[in-house]
Nanobody, 126 residues
């Protein structure tokens, strides 16, 4: 499985961006796809995840209400719509895929994911 993330860039506070992550290769029947981010000098943190089968979603408290995760099954692509961006959202954003189903309460743990994309940089200026 390969994950290709795109859509990052430099924006101003309050702007919006949409990240995409296209999955190719063997696609499992009930995967979980998630977004994580890592700012310089900080650990990787969970942003959001979606369960492919029923579109159930999970968000971190820091992005809830501003970010929306969605998926397009025909394109094997997951999106992260990011609105009202803040300078503290600046980070490299990684998409990840878990091959098998998982309780939403556990989707925030990076070790639960089997595949990772290369990351896309989002920079939000004040």
């Amino acid at each position: 499985v390969q994950l290709q993330a795109s859509g990052g860039g430099l924006v101003q506070a309050g702007d919006s961006l949409r990240l995409s992550c296209a999955a190719s290769g063997r696609i499992f029947s009930r995967p979980i796809m998630g977004w994580f981010r890592q700012a310089p000098g900080k650990e990787r943190e969970f942003v959001s995840a979606v369960r492919w089968s029923d579109r159930s979603t999970s968000y971190s408290n820091s992005v809830k209400g501003r970010f929306t995760i969605s998926r397009d099954s025909a394109k094997n692509t997951v999106y992260l719509q990011m609105n009202s961006l803040k300078p503290e959202d600046t980070a490299v954003y990684y998409c990840a895929l878990r091959a098998n189903n998982l309780a939403l309460g556990s989707v925030g743990q990076p070790e639960m994911y089997d595949y990772w994309g290369q990351g896309t940089l989002v920079t939000v200026s004040s």
